[in-house]
């Protein structure tokens, strides 16, 4: 059975960092791609960060400088380093990951697994 356990997430005040882990469980996933979403209180999951096997990246615009995704095969792990934060960064983080082959994607209906989430919160 696949597990993805997302950890790392807290309460940062604005300007500061944090780093998300996402680890899997029940199968690897070095041939897969996989990504990160977030979901603020009363508006749909968006797409934050992805990274394909080959470890091409793509980033969402308003991320784009300040965050950055990366995975450690060997421990079957996605990880996400969050620096500059802002208030607007506030959510539930997901991560996610493809079961067949493909890029990564920024469209959620391209991921098969989820994990259950982790709040980050940035305060003002």
């Known amino acids: 059975q696949v597990q993805l356990v997302e950890s790392g997430g807290g309460l940062v005040q604005a300007g500061g960092s944090l780093r998300l882990s996402c680890a899997a469980s029940?199968?690897?996933?070095?041939?897969?791609?996989m990504g990160w979403f977030r979901q603020a209180p009363g508006k749909e999951r968006e797409f934050v960060a992805a990274i394909s096997w080959r470890l091409n990246t793509r980033y969402a615009d308003s991320v784009k400088g300040r965050f950055t995704i990366s995975r450690d095969n060997a421990k079957n792990t996605l990880y996400l380093h969050m620096s500059s934060l802002k208030p607007e960064d506030t959510g539930v983080y997901f991560c996610a990951v493809r079961s067949g082959y493909g890029s990564g994607s920024p469209e959620s209906y391209d991921y098969d697994y989820w994990g259950q989430g982790t709040q980050v919160t940035v305060s003002s």
């Open positions: 029940g199968r690897t996933f070095s041939s897969n791609a």
